[in-house]
């Protein structure tokens, strides 16, 4: 092979490799963002929990007052009065309460698992491209 020859092929080869080292960065990032997204995601879940939890004691702190003060009053909340059915519904609202927060951090969760595994799928096309471009170019430089 002469002279002139090898110069286009060797910048070829130069290009490929930094599209394949390029490749590779991309995945290498992508994975990251994607074990990233999958601790945000067990974070929002750990923090959903917490504030469940501090709103379960909200709320059992108010029906425990107001239940004290209720008997200390000398209502009785067994007949189905309307201090029993106040607690109640405190109760209930409060149920709904914790059970909304677990909610919000499950589809905050979820939408950081789904974004991880967009990001996964797209490294891993990253890498097959990478993967692709230094078969390529061993191949070529074999030829040489």
């Known amino acids: 092979m002469c002279y002139t020859?090898?110069?286009?092929?060797?910048?070829?080869?130069?290009?490929?490799?930094?599209?394949?080292?390029?490749?590779?960065?991309?995945?290498?990032?992508?994975?990251?963002n994607a074990n990233t997204a999958d601790s945000q995601a067990q974070s929002s879940i750990e923090q959903g929990g917490v504030q469940a939890q501090i709103q379960q004691?909200?709320?059992?702190?108010?029906i425990g007052t107001a239940t004290a003060r209720a008997g200390a009053s000398g209502v009785t909340l067994d007949n189905g009065g309307s201090s029993g059915?106040?607690?109640?519904?405190?109760?209930?609202?409060?149920?709904?309460?914790?059970?909304?927060?677990?909610?919000?951090?499950?589809?905050?969760?979820?939408?950081?698992?789904?974004?991880?595994?967009?990001d996964r799928y797209q490294a891993a096309s990253q890498q097959k491209a990478a993967n692709l471009d230094k078969t390529i170019l061993t191949a070529g430089l074999q030829r040489v």
């Open 5 to 32: 020859e090898a110069i286009p092929i060797a910048l070829a080869a130069t290009s490929m490799f930094g599209q394949g080292q390029s490749s590779q960065a991309n995945a290498n990032a992508l994975n990251y």
């Open 57 to 62: 004691n909200k709320v059992d702190q108010t």
């Open 85 to 118: 059915k106040v607690i109640a519904q405190d109760a209930q609202q409060g149920a709904l309460d914790v059970a909304q927060i677990n909610s919000n951090a499950q589809r905050t969760a979820w939408g950081y698992n789904t974004q991880a595994t967009l």
